[in-house]
């Protein structure tokens, strides 16, 4: 059945924001799905020194920075945060973890109060700790069931997949989520 039409936002959309980090444009889709059903703004998590272009060499910085604890530091900066209610957190499995940029961002912001709603892609293998480690660093929010879904395999070549049927596969999928978790009433 396609839901795409019915539900309406159940929290006032200036309320929301919708943080996203993403390297080829998979979990940016599922932000801009989330966007169009309940709206909110939505923000890019960037870094001041990029990962490389290079996928096997992020891999390794990445393994590197899990091990150091590490925490890159963010070009994007969140103006207000104190005005938004509900805070989406969304980032593709990164060595079956949260990636650190998302722990960078956790760690810079004060969300204590708020209720954040975390998201993910993943090349098959699932989201990992990445939802654990949102709830060890906000212990002080409420941190509401994750959505997680396929998205590409950059190991083998495959990059953006949120098209078509796919894209509609998540939207439906999205729209049944935020209506379990009450921020799209079902009717
Ligand atoms: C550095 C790096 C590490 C990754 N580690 C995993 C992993 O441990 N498990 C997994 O299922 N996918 C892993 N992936 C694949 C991504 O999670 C997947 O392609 C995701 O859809 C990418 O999202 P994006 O398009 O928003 O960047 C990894 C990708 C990168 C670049």
Redesign the pocket.
């Known amino acids: 059945e396609d839901t795409a039409a019915s539900g309406a936002p159940a929290v006032e959309p200036g309320k929301v924001l919708i943080v996203y980090l ?7 889709a599922v932000a801009g799905i989330i966007q169009r059903t309940v709206g909110g703004k939505v923000v890019a998590l960037e870094l001041e020194k990029p990962y490389p272009a290079n ?1 096997q060499a ?2 390794q910085q ?1 393994s590197d920075e899990n091990e150091k604890g590490y925490l890159p530091p963010l070009r994007t900066s969140v103006e207000n945060i104190r005005q938004y209610d509900v805070i989406f957190v969304g980032f ?5 973890q949260l990636p650190p940029p998302l722990k960078s961002f956790l760690k810079q912001y004060d969300l204590s109060g708020k209720t954040i709603v975390p998201f993910s ?6 989201v ?1 700790s990445g939802f654990e480690t949102v709830k060890a660093m906000a212990p002080r929010s409420t941190v509401l069931e994750g959505f997680s879904t396929k ?4 190991r083998d070549g495959v990059l ?1 997949v949120m098209a078509g049927n796919k894209e509609k596969q998540v939207q439906n999928e999205v729209q049944a989520w935020l209506k379990r978790i009450k921020l799209l009433s079902s009717k």
Do not use: C
Request: aromatic share 14%; glycine share 22%.
């Open positions: 993403s390297r080829t444009s998979n979990t940016k996928y992020t891999v990445v593709p499995t990164w060595g079956m892609t993943h090349a098959g293998y699932g990992g998205g590409g395999v950059e953006f």
